[in-house]
């Protein structure tokens, strides 16, 4: 007897559990639904068990992302949290990739650029990690430091020749446990995006999930830091990066909206859970909209502590590496579509190796999809390390946006 008594142990608790979800959520605001559901995701396994011996295994898409037995029970009696299907599967994907690992080192170890001259260097990558959020307002572009002018930086943009490039120079970091890709064969097939006419509409969303944060203060580069490495000032973090693709972008005639929303603070837990929703209103008020490009920068750090860059010089330049990172559903989330997003993001890598055979870190194949099913154009772009500084950065942006801009034009209907 002490195995069913174990599990209606178990039962009862665990209904009880549920009980208080229905109750906070009843009562309080959502933040403490979350909170509460947040708590009680860890112990799922015996509610699984249970019902599981009661009324044998059911499909439940809730199920790949962690939400069963009385947990799920609780979210669907919650009009709150049930009204929000996708978002609560966003929040679960993060907590089970985050767990309980400090923002700046959620992702798999890379080794340190062999320029930065160590081999102690552990990369943590500030990683594409619910509650809704409307986008705030854009605000007035910050004055760019590059003062583009249309008709040269647009002529430059195009001499790009991303064909030039060939699969064998490509290369991709896979990390999922299960996913392959075929760099040939997805770069000699069709192109699956297209894009509507710079009139018809906006065809380009930049937005940044962990909008604060910043780079290595130098030079006239000082900021107040939130957190390490991290501002809510506009003018230094990623809203700053952001707004010098918009620029060469629109230099090139492709119509760009900058969504500035700081969705990562004052709570970094729930960033992807916002800015999916984020995302979400602008391609419903946009249709036009076919890239997203969800924009971050990286983090290098050492056993000391200390904040690697990767570096590279172009036309006598210092320059900030960029990283691609393509999400898949490795993760159990849907996102059957995601070799789609891949062969798009090779050719962008194709072009940005075009300009600068350094410029490009690998592609970073990911389990996770970090919002990237909303469109066949997502892509995270990590611009530089929390190590590089503001205007490597920059540099780093500019390039990434004039390759990016012959394969978007290239797209276009």
């Given at each position: 007897?002490?195995?069913?008594?174990?599990?209606?142990?178990?039962?009862?608790?665990?209904?009880?559990?549920?009980?208080?979800?229905?109750?906070?959520?009843?009562?309080?605001?959502?933040?403490?639904?979350?909170?509460?559901?947040?708590?009680?995701?860890?112990?799922?396994?015996?509610?699984?068990?249970?019902?599981?011996?009661?009324?044998?295994?059911?499909?439940?898409?809730?199920?790949?992302?962690?939400?069963?037995?009385?947990?799920?029970?609780?979210?669907?009696?919650?009009?709150?949290?049930?009204?929000?299907?996708?978002?609560?599967?966003?929040?679960?994907?993060?907590?089970?990739?985050?767990?309980?690992?400090?923002?700046?080192?959620?992702?798999?170890?890379?080794?340190?650029?062999?320029?930065?001259?160590?081999?102690?260097?552990?990369?943590?990558?500030?990683?594409?990690?619910?509650?809704?959020?409307?986008?705030?307002?854009?605000?007035?572009?910050?004055?760019?430091?590059?003062?583009?002018?249309?008709?040269?930086?647009?002529?430059?943009?195009?001499?790009?020749?991303?064909?030039?490039?060939?699969?064998?120079?490509?290369?991709?970091?896979?990390?999922?446990?299960?996913?392959?890709?075929?760099?040939?064969?997805?770069?000699?097939?069709?192109?699956?995006?297209?894009?509507?006419?710079?009139?018809?509409?906006?065809?380009?969303?930049?937005?940044?999930?962990?909008?604060?944060?910043?780079?290595?203060?130098?030079?006239?580069?000082?900021?107040?830091?939130?957190?390490?490495?991290?501002?809510?000032?506009?003018?230094?973090?990623?809203?700053?990066?952001?707004?010098?693709?918009?620029?060469?972008?629109?230099?090139?005639?492709?119509?760009?909206?900058?969504?500035?929303?700081t969705y990562d603070y004052p709570s970094y837990n729930g960033s992807y859970g916002r800015s999916l929703a984020g995302i979400q209103a602008y391609l419903e008020e946009y249709p036009t909209i076919a890239v997203v490009l969800d924009v971050h920068r990286d983090a290098l750090i050492g056993s000391d502590?200390?904040?690697?860059?990767?570096?590279?010089?172009?036309?006598?330049?210092?320059?900030?590496?960029?990283?691609?990172?393509?999400?898949?559903?490795?993760?159990?989330?849907?996102?059957?579509?995601?070799?789609?997003?891949?062969?798009?993001?090779?050719?962008?890598?194709?072009?940005?190796?075009?300009?600068?055979?350094?410029?490009?870190?690998?592609?970073?194949?990911?389990?996770?999809?970090?919002?990237?099913?909303?469109?066949?154009?997502?892509?995270?772009?990590?611009?530089?390390?929390?190590?590089?500084?503001?205007?490597?950065?920059?540099?780093?942006?500019?390039?990434?946006?004039?390759?990016?801009?012959?394969?978007?034009?290239?797209?276009?209907?």
């Amino acid at each position: 007897m002490k195995q069913p008594n174990k599990l209606l142990r178990r039962g009862v608790a665990l209904v009880s559990a549920g009980a208080a979800v229905w109750l906070t959520a009843q009562t309080a605001d959502l933040s403490g639904a979350w909170d509460t559901l947040s708590s009680l995701h860890a112990g799922e396994g015996a509610v699984t068990a249970l019902l599981e011996a009661a009324l044998g295994e059911t499909e439940d898409p809730l199920e790949d992302v962690g939400l069963e037995g009385v947990l799920r029970l609780a979210v669907e009696d919650t009009p709150e949290l049930a009204a929000q299907g996708d978002a609560v599967a966003a929040w679960l994907e993060e907590e089970s990739s985050a767990g309980t690992a400090d923002p700046e080192s959620e992702a798999p170890p890379e080794e340190a650029p062999e320029a930065d001259g160590t081999d102690e260097a552990e990369a943590a990558s500030s990683d594409p990690k619910p509650e809704e959020s409307e986008p705030e307002p854009e605000p007035e572009a910050a004055a760019s430091s590059s003062d583009l002018e249309p008709e040269e930086d647009a002529a430059e943009a195009l001499a790009v020749d991303w064909g030039s490039v060939s699969a064998d120079a490509i290369g991709v970091d896979n990390n999922t446990g299960g996913k392959s890709v075929d760099v040939s064969a997805l770069l000699s097939g069709g192109m699956p995006l297209k894009l509507q006419s710079a009139e018809a509409g906006p065809q380009i969303l930049i937005m940044h999930t962990h909008t604060t944060e910043a780079y290595a203060m130098s030079g006239d580069d000082v900021y107040t830091e939130t957190d390490t490495s991290r501002t809510t000032d506009e003018n230094y973090n990623m809203v700053r990066v952001g707004e010098e693709m918009k620029a060469v972008f629109e230099a090139c005639g492709l119509s760009v909206l900058h969504d500035t929303t700081t969705y990562d603070y004052p709570s970094y837990n729930g960033s992807y859970g916002r800015s999916l929703a984020g995302i979400q209103a602008y391609l419903e008020e946009y249709p036009t909209i076919a890239v997203v490009l969800d924009v971050h920068r990286d983090a290098l750090i050492g056993s000391d502590g200390t904040a690697y860059a990767t570096t590279t010089e172009v036309d006598g330049e210092a320059v900030a590496q960029v990283m691609l990172v393509v999400g898949t559903n490795d993760s159990g989330l849907e996102h059957p579509n995601w070799t789609d997003n891949m062969a798009v993001a090779l050719r962008l890598q194709a072009a940005m190796l075009s300009l600068s055979p350094d410029l490009a870190r690998d592609i970073d194949l990911r389990s996770q999809r970090f919002n990237q099913h909303l469109t066949t154009g997502s892509v995270l772009v990590e611009v530089g390390t929390s190590g590089n500084t503001l205007q490597e950065a920059l540099a780093g942006a500019r390039l990434f946006a004039q390759a990016a801009a012959t394969v978007y034009l290239d797209c276009v209907e």
